[in-house]
């Protein structure tokens, strides 16, 4: 990777300013799902093996510039803590002397997380004054938090400059590598598989991938948009119609590429072809899943986003599992991205069959669109 890696920085005894994606799911004080946090350790591992003296920075939720107790990252401080199986502080202040105190007593080998740094509003309009603020509290950076390298935000960006070294993290480097070769068409055949609910969302992606990978699976509601832009009867399924006009293009420029459904699951759990005047389609129909499958079994790399159908709601699930399935059963390079599709990965029990899982959502789906990420071009040259 052309960027500075943790592995090249001397961190004993330093301040190491590390920004994560803590954004995790909360029930009350309850972490429902630690998996992003989880992906961090290895990073934070190999740092507190060096020597180093540990300031985490993380946001959760949207509290808009204000301080909200509801988004409060000390539950996650606990958590982090059991994890590493060690000491980990929790400072109740973003910035400020309270947090320059308590990263200057750190000893080395110690961790504190700071408090949630969308508290503060200069987080998100990437204040130069907030940025200073945040750069005080350690040596070098840090960026392990790949789920927020789409944002320009304070610290993913403005600390940087403020560094005399800023790197990325292991799961940063991970994430790079594997969306870096879905990104390039590294392996073929290339099968990618998206779903969700609405074309305009995934335009971009759609366009970028198209002209890359050799297959194209499209379910989710929007894929009656196209099946519209081919002259299908979709009833009252879920239609975005100004698009109509784009996804006809898409299909026209892809030749045989684009597969769409061929059969649909009803509200009322009929399987059909065609779907009847005011029905909706919740699901694609074990027909299409059985096509999908066997083109999933023919790649060599495979990359998947968004669900199926209405996955949320059993038996409109299944469309999505099978898709799990056969993606978790290819012997190519599989690569997932997208909070359903994790979710289904991690409710099929198969996320741990899966080449990268990755952690960044919007950022997973920008990079591969061909964006620039402000968060990773803001690291250092290596």
Not at 36 to 60: K, S, W
Not at 90 to 118: D, K, Y
Not at 179 to 206: E, T
């Amino acid at each position: 990777m052309a960027k500075l890696s943790v592995n090249d920085l001397e961190v004993e005894g330093r301040l190491v300013l590390v920004r994560v994606d803590y954004n995790v799911p909360l029930d009350g004080a309850r972490i429902t799902d630690d998996a992003r946090i989880q992906a961090t350790l290895p990073t934070l591992r190999l740092l507190i093996a060096r020597g180093a003296r540990l300031v985490l920075c993380a946001h959760l939720g949207r509290p808009k510039g204000k301080v909200d107790l509801r988004y409060t990252l000390r539950p996650v401080a606990e958590h982090l803590e059991r994890l590493l199986d060690g000491n980990v502080g929790f400072a109740p202040q973003t910035v400020g002397p309270l947090a320059e105190e308590m990263a200057a007593r750190l000893a080395p080998g110690g961790v504190v997380l700071l408090e949630n740094l969308r508290f503060q509003p200069g987080e998100e309009s990437n204040d130069p004054a907030f940025s200073r603020q945040l750069a005080a509290l350690g040596d070098v950076y840090v960026d392990d938090a790949f789920g927020a390298a789409h944002r320009a935000h304070a610290s993913t960006v403005g600390v940087t400059a403020l560094m005399p070294q800023a790197a990325a993290g292991l799961l940063m480097e991970r994430e790079l590598d594997y969306l870096g070769r879905v990104l390039h068409g590294a392996d073929r055949p290339f099968v990618v598989i998206l779903g969700g609910a609405k074309i305009s969302d995934k335009l971009p992606l759609i366009a970028h991938l198209v002209q890359r990978a050799d297959h194209l699976l499209i379910g989710g509601a929007m894929a009656y948009t196209f099946l519209k832009a081919q002259g299908k009867s979709i009833g009252a399924s879920l239609l975005q119609a100004d698009f109509v006009d784009a996804a006809n293009k898409l299909l026209r420029d892809s030749g045989a590429r684009i597969l769409l459904p061929t059969d649909h699951v009803l509200e009322d759990g009929r399987v059909v072809q065609d779907i009847p005047d005011g029905a909706k389609a919740f699901d694609i129909g074990p027909a299409t899943r059985g096509a999908f499958a066997r083109v999933i079994a023919s790649a060599r790399m495979v990359f998947w986003n968004g669900p199926m159908g209405m996955f949320e709601k059993p038996p409109f699930d299944e469309g999505t599992l099978a898709v799990a399935r056969a993606v978790a059963a290819s012997p190519g390079l599989t690569v997932a991205g997208g909070g359903d599709s994790v979710a289904a990965l991690h409710a099929a029990g198969l996320a741990d069959r899966l080449s990268h899982v990755s952690t960044g959502g919007g950022a997973s789906l920008e990079f591969l669109s061909g964006d620039t990420l402000p968060g990773v071009a803001a690291l250092t040259e290596k």
